[in-house]
């Protein structure tokens, strides 16, 4: 007896390949916004954290969303 876990048409198959075509973009977009949330947070972190603003860490989080935005608008453009 024997089993073909990939074969044609296998809903398995449409997955992987539906999910190699949409994440990768998302990956890099979240590497790329990652290295540039390094780059700004030592600058802003002093601000940040010095009471100026009620919640530094919710600030953070929309820094790092901010980062993976702009990546992700990079990546669009070319």
Known sequence: MSVFLFTAN???TDLV?????F???LFKAVLLGFF????IHPLLRG???SGDIWHPTL???SL???CVTAALWLLSLG
């Open 10 to 12: 296998a809903p398995l």
């Open 17 to 21: 390949f539906g999910a190699s075509l």
């Open 23 to 25: 994440f990768p973009p």
């Open 36 to 39: 540039f949330w390094l780059l």
């Open 47 to 49: 601000w940040m954290y």
């Open 59 to 61: 600030m953070d989080l």
């Open 64 to 66: 790092f969303v901010l």
